[in-house]
């Protein structure tokens, strides 16, 4: 499997992982094992042994196996990227476990070869928004919907896709960038670092939706807060906290000091737009 296709398979991945938390599982070690190897590398690791996993089991247990490593490369469009052995392991594991799997075999029919905004829209077959019904949610499903309609090369749209979900490339320079580390906090724990976009994706275009520059690595309360327009950066880094987060929650939240360096330039631009348009005064 070469970088580019990859890259796209651990976006398929990443939106499973979204539905499998949606069905009541957490698949934290899952998530850190693609956050540092990748989906293949990931995918491998897991199936090598032949034996069910935490994962395996747990979603046994809420009879959702198609969200299963075994399941995914089984049924879908990514099976020739594996090789006869581990496929062999998948389908006896699926097999023992009376899961009624269908090979691919290049024509479709299996669920786990939709595309990824289908996917992200349609959790466990209930949409996705009745099991988390936040507006953040309702946004997010309604522009996977509109990259899926676009008039997008498929390398762009799986780049977009991962920018929205916060993973893929910009994740990844924004690690980079921030040496692995929150901007605010220094926190080093990857799965609690989220992508934060800085304007907006609703009225971004797509390059500055892509731009590693219109984006801080927070860790996932100041990410809410930021997203909420509760908390801002000045250029010189400092936090600024909305009025209407009393201060009792404020010292509660741990909400002081700032960015860990000053802003670069371009940086700067874009906190200047979130400070006018998203910020909460």
């Known amino acids: ?166 993973q893929g490339r910009f994740r990844k320079e924004l690690l980079r960038i921030w040496d692995g580390a929150c901007a605010v906090t220094g926190c080093r724990v990857e799965t609690i670092l989220r992508a934060s976009h800085c304007k907006p994706w609703r009225v971004s275009d797509n390059a500055e939706r892509l731009d590693p520059n219109n984006g801080l690595l927070l860790v996932a309360n100041l990410d809410a807060l930021f997203d909420a327009g509760l908390i801002t950066f000045g250029d010189d880094g400092s936090m600024q906290v909305a009025p209407r987060v009393p201060s009792k929650e404020q010292q509660t939240l741990g909400l002081s000091g700032g960015l860990a360096r000053t802003p670069a330039p371009r940086l700067a631009l874009y906190l200047a737009h979130h400070r006018e348009h998203v910020f909460l005064q």
């Open 1 to 166: 499997m070469d970088a580019k296709t990859n890259e796209e398979f651990t976006q398929h991945l990443w939106v499973i992982v979204r539905e499998t938390e949606a069905a009541g599982y957490d698949p934290r070690r899952f998530k850190t094992m693609l956050n540092t190897d990748g989906g293949f590398d990931a995918v491998k690791r897991i199936l090598e042994s032949g034996k069910p996993s935490d994962g395996f089991t747990k979603l046994w247990e809420l009879k959702r196996l198609n969200l299963t490593c075994e399941a995914i490369i089984v049924e879908s469009k990514w099976r020739p990227y594996f090789g006869d052995d581990l496929l062999a392991k998948s389908e006896r594991l699926l097999r023992q476990s009376s899961y009624a799997f269908k090979p691919f075999n290049g024509s479709g029919g299996a669920p786990a070869q939709q595309d990824l905004p289908q996917r992200m829209a349609t959790a466990g077959n209930t949409p996705f928004a009745d099991v988390n019904p936040t507006r953040k949610d309702a946004d997010i499903q309604a522009d996977l919907r509109e990259l899926d309609s676009s008039a997008l090369d498929e390398t762009t749209r799986t780049a977009l896709i991962g920018a929205r979900l916060g």
